[in-house]
């Protein structure tokens, strides 16, 4: 059985790569991680009931992993820079739909 190495065996390339795949994952899911922690609120101004509320969560995480899959097979295709910057720009043009209704 292989002995685990310590975070002081490994190379600084590969502590470097460690530190910064934990930074995008904590950035990937602090927006989940914000709505759990205002959810009562959120419920509270809007009147939302928790179904609803909810039903909102588990649309975001659906999203995620599906948009997750999608880029990942564009950036397999067309490169990770430019799969970065379609989903950038495919966020901002969604994003557009709503400001009429601000």
């Known amino acids: 059985m292989p002995v685990p190495f ?21 950035l990937d899911a602090f927006d989940v991680m914000l709505y759990a922690l205002v959810l009562a609120h959120i419920i509270r101004d809007l009147g ?32 990770r820079k430019r799969a970065l910057m379609l989903s950038i720009l495919t966020y901002s043009a969604l994003s557009l739909l709503d400001w009429p209704l601000q």
Do not use: H, P
Not at 17 to 26: P, Q, V
Not at 49 to 76: N, R
């Open 6 to 26: 310590t975070f002081s065996q490994i190379t600084s390339a590969q502590r470097r790569t460690l530190i910064a795949a934990a930074l995008g994952w904590m």
């Open 48 to 79: 939302m009931s928790k179904a609803t509320a909810g039903g909102l969560g588990t649309l975001t995480l659906l999203a995620s992993g599906i948009g997750g899959v999608l880029f990942g097979f564009i950036a397999d295709r067309i490169g």
